[in-house]
């Protein structure tokens, strides 16, 4: 289930609604369980909660982006000026922020109306499938130019970055790496990207490891060369750190796996550190997915300290 309209069937969407339904079954069923079963059941919902999150969002962008806005806005909003039932976000319930006008399972009570309106938001979803699929076919037939369907899409493919970030040198970043993405400068993309990412990497390590010593400095920052250090380095200082890294809802060895192929190939038989990707290079890097997995845990290390 990429991103092609003909290739979600309604059995994919009945299988995520599924899946949706034990979500809320944990959410709903919180208050019944000591604090020690709360927690575990908890770290249950976050884990499964992200993967499902990715996977119906997906869908939602292709076959229904007018309600792709309101999908995102349930899980994460910087647009408010308070945290109340209303703004409250299932992002902020992974981040273990609680609702103080009521005891706990009241805010599981929320969470479980915001992902109740998510699943009714992909329910709605399911019905277009059909509508897509035979708008696709007529198409197809009346534009032969697009006869390779595998070509056409129906989505929208100009950004590769959707998500809001909190500061603004990182949202000017999200702009150029979509503007040059659009307008196919996919090495520029590569770059901009790597860039975005190895500065996530940083703040995730500096909030972690602290600058208060030289030790922990130099697991981010080259001393002797004065400047921060490259996605091999970092992800070398990851690897070794990783027990420390831990962060709900985040797979490291995921983040590790999808990173690990935009390291440089620094061999002396390499032609360049510069690779020349096409578009499908670009999407198979996973850009906006990585970018989201380490905000969340920027997030949660923030919220935490």
Same mark, same amino acid.
């Given at each position: 289930?990429?991103?092609?309209?003909?290739?979600?069937?309604?059995?994919?969407?009945?299988?995520?609604?599924?899946? !949706?339904?034990?979500?809320?079954?944990?959410?709903?069923? /919180?208050?019944?369980?000591?604090?020690?079963?709360?927690?575990?059941?908890?770290?249950?919902?976050?884990?499964?909660?992200?993967?499902?999150?990715?996977?119906?969002?997906?869908?939602?962008?292709?076959?229904?982006?007018?309600? %792709?806005?309101?999908?995102?806005?349930?899980? %994460?909003?910087?647009?408010?000026?308070?945290?109340?039932?209303?703004?409250?976000?299932?992002?902020?319930?992974?981040? !273990? %922020?609680?609702?103080?006008? #009521?005891?706990?399972?009241?805010?599981?009570?929320?969470?479980?109306?915001?992902?109740?309106?998510?699943?009714?938001?992909?329910?709605?979803?399911?019905?277009?499938?059909?509508?897509?699929?035979?708008?696709?076919?007529?198409?197809?037939?009346?534009?032969?130019?697009?006869?390779?369907?595998?070509?056409?899409?129906? @989505?929208?493919?100009?950004?590769?970055?959707?998500?809001?970030?909190?500061?603004?040198?990182?949202?000017? =970043?999200?702009?150029?790496?979509?503007?040059?993405?659009? =307008? !196919?400068?996919?090495?520029? @993309?590569?770059?901009?990207?790597?860039?975005?990412?190895?500065?996530?990497?940083?703040?995730?390590?500096?909030?972690?490891?602290?600058?208060?010593?030289?030790?922990?400095?130099?697991?981010?920052?080259?001393?002797?060369?004065?400047?921060?250090?490259?996605?091999?380095?970092?992800?070398?200082?990851?690897?070794?750190?990783? @027990?420390?890294?831990?962060?709900? #809802?985040?797979?490291?060895?995921?983040?590790?796996?999808?990173?690990?192929?935009?390291?440089? *190939?620094?061999?002396?038989?390499?032609?360049?550190?510069?690779?020349?990707?096409?578009? *499908?290079?670009?999407?198979?890097?996973?850009? !906006?997915? @990585?970018?989201?997995?380490?905000?969340?845990?920027?997030?949660?290390?923030?919220?935490? /300290?």
């Amino acid at each position: 289930m990429e991103d092609h309209p003909a290739r979600i069937t309604k059995q994919e969407v009945h299988e995520l609604l599924n899946k !949706g339904n034990e979500l809320l079954n944990i959410l709903e069923q /919180n208050y019944a369980w000591n604090s020690k079963e709360y927690a575990r059941n908890r770290s249950r919902f976050i884990s499964a909660y992200t993967k499902w999150y990715k996977l119906s969002l997906a869908v939602i962008r292709n076959l229904s982006p007018d309600t %792709s806005k309101r999908f995102q806005n349930l899980f %994460s909003t910087n647009k408010r000026s308070e945290i109340n039932e209303y703004t409250y976000t299932i992002q902020d319930y992974i981040h !273990g %922020s609680y609702l103080e006008s #009521g005891p706990r399972n009241y805010t599981d009570e929320v969470t479980s109306r915001k992902l109740k309106e998510q699943m009714e938001i992909l329910r709605h979803t399911s019905a277009r499938i059909d509508e897509f699929s035979f708008d696709l076919e007529k198409f197809v037939r009346i534009n032969p130019i697009y006869s390779n369907q595998d070509s056409f899409k129906t @989505t929208d493919t100009r950004e590769i970055l959707h998500i809001d970030m909190d500061e603004e040198h990182y949202n000017s =970043l999200k702009t150029e790496i979509n503007s040059t993405f659009r =307008l !196919g400068l996919f090495i520029s @993309t590569f770059l901009l990207s790597k860039e975005l990412i190895e500065n996530l990497l940083i703040d995730i390590l500096r909030l972690i490891f602290p600058p208060t010593s030289e030790e922990n400095i130099s697991l981010y920052f080259d001393i002797s060369n004065k400047d921060f250090k490259d996605m091999n380095n970092l992800l070398h200082t990851i690897t070794e750190k990783r @027990t420390k890294l831990a962060s709900n #809802g985040i797979d490291i060895d995921e983040i590790l796996m999808i990173l690990e192929r935009m390291k440089s *190939e620094d061999r002396p038989t390499s032609h360049s550190k510069i690779k020349i990707p096409d578009r *499908e290079d670009i999407q198979s890097y996973r850009v !906006g997915e @990585t970018v989201e997995m380490l905000l969340l845990m920027k997030q949660t290390l923030i919220q935490k /300290n």
